[in-house]
């Protein structure tokens, strides 16, 4: 069985920075793409950024120049570094994850982390 578990949002003023986790865990044989998403109220959920297994990345053009991805594939986690917050970035944020184990390969999510940017 496989696990995302997400960490490390919340409440920050605009021009703030939050940071982001997101750790896999359970029998895992190795993670290809993993990426953050987002979901606002009333939005559908958007891809914000993702980065492969080499390291290549690609990111939305509203966060480019503010949002780093970055992982740890030691530890099975990604990162999502969000610097100069706008509260149009308010949202529950999502980790996604291409994960293949010993029966499958399939992409698997977290429960969401709320980030709300006040103005």
């Known amino acids: 069985q496989v696990q995302l578990v997400e960490s490390g949002g919340g409440l920050v003023q605009a021009g703030g920075s939050l940071r982001l986790s997101c750790a896999a865990s359970?029998?895992?044989?190795?993670?290809?793409?993993m990426g953050w998403y987002r979901q606002a109220p009333g939005k559908q959920r958007e891809l914000v950024a993702r980065?492969?297994?080499?390291?290549?990345?690609n990111y939305a053009d509203s966060v480019k120049g503010r949002f780093t991805i970055s992982r740890d594939n030691a530890k099975n986690t990604v990162y999502l570094q969000m610097n100069s917050l706008k509260p149009e970035d308010t949202a529950v944020y999502y980790c996604?994850?291409?994960?293949?184990?010993?029966?499958?390969?399939?992409?698997?999510w977290g429960q969401g982390t709320q980030v709300t940017v006040s103005s």
């Open positions: 359970g029998s895992i044989r190795s993670i290809s793409t």
């Open positions: 980065i492969v297994s080499g390291g290549i990345t």
């Open positions: 996604n994850a291409d994960i293949r184990t010993v029966a499958v390969h399939l992409p698997y």
